[in-house]
């Protein structure tokens, strides 16, 4: 046997490179094994440069008849992943060739619908955990109108979890742990553009001296040491 020629045929053979993406997920988008498989050889065929091959073509590399060929086929175009399209010749003929394009939107929307689940997931766990921190900090569960004011503070403020936690963190540190309070430091950190931790940790430093100054007036008589605090209510 010349194992040399064997070599150079199959080389002549080519390959068909088949994203990972497809592979792992094409059950997911509602392709059964035998459209996969029937789909596979057409992007075959069209890599070859055989842009519309024939059941009879397909039926060849598989184990289907070209009837079932022409019925999955069918299928294929009536479902959207692939479609037939017109191309035109350098001498002006017209002629038909099926077009993968569909089956790349359809993966392209399932990556982006897999995002926006993953997104949402993520989001509904950090609201449940933002719940448990309340009640944690306040040492009991939450009232209907505490929990609708959490929720009004990430649906209608846009607060993110992060911020409404520094929030809750700013008014345990101050000693004012109730919901005005805090409502009241986000108010003022959304009027001032503050979005982030570091953006909020800037904020408050800037009142900090001047706090100080208070907190030192307030207890100089005493010799417990006081934490200083930015008072969000007197603003």
């Known amino acids: 046997m010349d194992y040399k020629q064997l070599m150079v045929s199959w ?3 080519g390959t068909v490179s088949i994203p990972q993406l497809l592979l792992s997920n094409y059950h997911k988008i509602g392709l059964s094994e035998s459209e996969f ?5 057409v992007y075959s065929f069209i890599e070859k440069g055989n842009n519309f091959p024939t059941p009879e ?5 598989m184990s289907f008849s070209s009837e079932e060929c022409s019925s999955i086929l069918r299928r294929l175009v009536q479902n959207q992943f692939i479609s037939i399209e017109e191309g035109n010749s350098s001498s002006g003929i017209l002629y038909e060739k099926y077009s993968l394009k569909p089956l790349w939107a359809k993966m392209a929307e399932f990556v ?3 995002s926006k689940s993953e997104n949402m997931e993520k989001t509904l766990l950090e609201e449940t955990d933002l719940y448990t921190v309340f009640e944690q900090e306040f040492s009991r569960p939450l009232s209907p109108l505490e929990c609708e004011t959490l929720a009004m ?6 607060h993110t979890v992060v911020i409404i936690k520094a ?3 700013e008014a345990v540190i101050s000693g004012k742990l109730n919901f005005r309070y805090i409502d009241r430091i986000l108010f003022e950190w959304k009027k001032n553009g503050v979005k982030t931790i570091e953006q909020a940790k800037k904020h408050g430093e800037r009142f900090r001296p001047h706090q100080k100054m208070q907190s030192a007036a307030q207890t100089v008589k005493s010799d417990k040491k006081t934490v200083p605090f930015y008072n969000w209510l007197e603003q």
Not at 37 to 41: F, I, M, S
Not at 57 to 61: I, M, R
């Open 37 to 41: 498989v029937l789909l596979l050889q």
């Open 167 to 169: 929030a809750l963190r």
């Open 112 to 114: 982006l619908s897999e």
């Open 153 to 158: 503070w990430i649906d209608q403020d846009e």
């Open 11 to 13: 080389m002549e053979e």
């Open 57 to 61: 073509e397909l039926s060849s590399q």
